[in-house]
């Protein structure tokens, strides 16, 4: 029913606004007249309807661009939408106090007094459809009493979503009359465009997002992750720990609390790549919004991510294949990388590798032309992606996602100190991570993926090997001695495989002991 109220509300302002400009251009003595005799010109005249459906679409070549852009690169939707989401922020008013206090009771189902002691009736950050404030908290909650609070506004939310739902349904009536937009998958696209939103303005999925960040990130020094209030979050707020921060592009004021801002710009680099290309999870809309500074005297200098709307994720096959791949291109072995192209099914089986090595030259040998300082890593790894589509190939969304990332994060390193040697520290930190990968880190980790299929396998050995031989037994049954003969060798390639066993395990511990004490001794070598 409400579907259908859409509906109708699209059909009356389509009547409304078109009727009223048709009467608007029509003569002041002559409007009827005028308007049947314009719907019988156009109805009879086939030329006339034909150069008119040819010109509608050059009136707006701007989003006819876009939307052929979209619909080749989907993964551009999100991030363009959240940057004009972004940029209108300051448009909507915030909410007053009284309004604040009902829709925090709303949300949490209890008096706001019986929970804060103090907030702040001014928001720190006032977005489109919702609006951070700090507050005190009565009682402490996972050791803090400071938090930050941030409120959807239900309403607004609601009406975005609407809107969304409306777009949905004009996507739909175009792909039913038009094929130009069945081709560009107009509904798909709206739809897109619709969970996107949904997934902007759901508190609760990104309470779990920087829970998992902090969890990837706890133990690095580099880096802080507010932790999540769980108590306080639902679909409407989301309360975290409250951080004390300064933009990262404030340099002035980082100078003033004394912290140095080439550390910062090199963390920023490697902490994104290791948080795309070793956790696999990172922010798909990255920018300088999104990043902030701690001037706490606990953590000061620290980078803070608190903010966690689009987050995105590698599988297995997609980290290795960028790291070793990246690894692979630094080192200008394009034979490797055209080959990883191929084991990934990034291009056709048909295409030639010694083309691909050829193009992946001929795309990446200017960059390392270019003086050490000049050299920009995020655009190399544009070609690392972008280089099977000649050959009819592509990579996934969320590889280009974490590309374009990594380049985000990149020239924002750039803006808070221009000379940070982007090129050596994403050289360093993806061959630590590949190195890891080949080492025995990387070796124990795939051992434990195994692990839970081995542990169904191993019982049905037995019964795999009585099977076996029951099976061998069988087929020379007709000849005894023949039957004898063959139960012995079996028997003596069991005991073979054994004792080979049994030394590949004893081999494998006595190795992991040696490198084991290797490793202590080196940590307690003073450096």
Request: net charge neutral; with cysteine; hydrophobic share 45%.
């Amino acid at each position: 029913m409400r579907s259908r109220l859409r509906q109708l509300r699209l059909l009356f302002c389509a009547l409304r606004y078109g009727i009223r400009l048709i009467w608007l251009a029509a003569p002041e003595h002559h409007k009827l007249h005028w308007i049947v005799s314009l719907a019988a010109r156009v109805r009879e005249n086939e030329r006339l309807a034909t150069h008119l459906s040819s010109a509608l679409p050059r009136l707006a070549p701007l989003a006819s661009a876009f939307a052929q852009l979209v619909a080749t690169h989907p993964d551009l939707a999100a991030s363009t939408l959240h940057d004009a989401i972004d940029a209108i922020e300051h448009v909507e008013e915030p909410l007053t106090p009284e309004q604040l206090n009902a829709a925090l009771q709303s949300a949490l189902g209890k008096p706001v007094q019986s929970l804060f002691s103090w907030i702040d009736p001014t928001p720190c950050q006032n977005g489109w459809c919702e609006q951070t404030h700090i507050a005190r908290l009565q009682l402490l909650a996972n050791g803090h009493q400071m938090v930050t609070v941030r409120v959807l506004r239900a309403k607004q939310a609601q009406e975005v979503d609407d809107e969304a739902a409306l777009l949905c349904t004009v996507a739909r009536w175009l792909e039913r009359f038009s094929g130009a937009a069945r081709k560009l998958h107009l509904r798909t696209l709206a739809q897109t465009l619709r969970d996107d939103l949904q997934r902007r303005f759901d508190l609760r999925a990104q309470a779990a997002n920087l829970s998992q960040s902090g969890h990837h990130l706890a133990d690095d020094e580099r880096v802080l992750v507010p932790d999540v209030i769980w108590d306080f979050c639902t679909p409407h707020t989301l309360t975290v720990e409250h951080v004390d921060t300064l933009r990262a592009t404030d340099v002035a004021g980082l100078a003033m609390h004394h912290i140095n801002v080439t550390k910062v710009a090199a963390h920023l680099i490697e902490v994104v790549t290791q948080q795309a290309f070793e956790h696999g999870f990172f922010h798909a809309a990255f920018d300088a919004r999104r990043v902030a500074v701690s001037v706490e005297p606990q953590t000061r200098g620290r980078l803070v991510f608190a903010s966690a709307a689009l987050m995105t994720s590698l599988s297995s096959p997609e980290r290795e294949f960028f790291v070793h791949g990246a690894t692979a291109l630094f080192e200008q072995d394009y034979g490797r990388l055209a080959n990883l192209h191929h084991a990934a099914g990034h291009v056709p089986v048909h295409a030639r590798p010694e083309q691909i090595e050829a193009e992946l030259r001929t795309r990446s040998e200017a960059h390392f032309a270019d003086d050490e300082g000049d050299r920009s890593a995020g655009a190399l790894f544009h070609h690392l992606l972008h280089a099977v589509q000649p050959f009819g190939g592509a990579v996934s969304p969320r590889l280009a996602a974490a590309q374009r990332t990594f380049g985000q994060a990149e020239a924002l390193a750039r803006t808070i100190h221009p000379d940070v040697d982007a090129w050596g520290i994403a050289k360093t930190t993806l061959g630590d991570i590949a190195k890891r990968d080949l080492g025995h880190h990387g070796w124990i980790k795939r051992l434990s993926q195994e692990l839970p299929h081995l542990a169904q396998i191993a019982p049905r050995v037995p019964q795999l090997v009585y099977r076996f031989m029951h099976h061998h037994s069988g087929a020379t049954h007709d000849q005894p001695g023949a039957q004898a003969q063959a139960q012995a060798a079996m028997l003596e390639a069991l005991r073979r495989e054994h004792r080979r066993t049994r030394a590949l395990l004893v081999a494998c511990a006595l190795s992991g002991t040696f490198i084991g004490v290797v490793a202590t001794l080196f940590s307690l070598v003073p450096a």
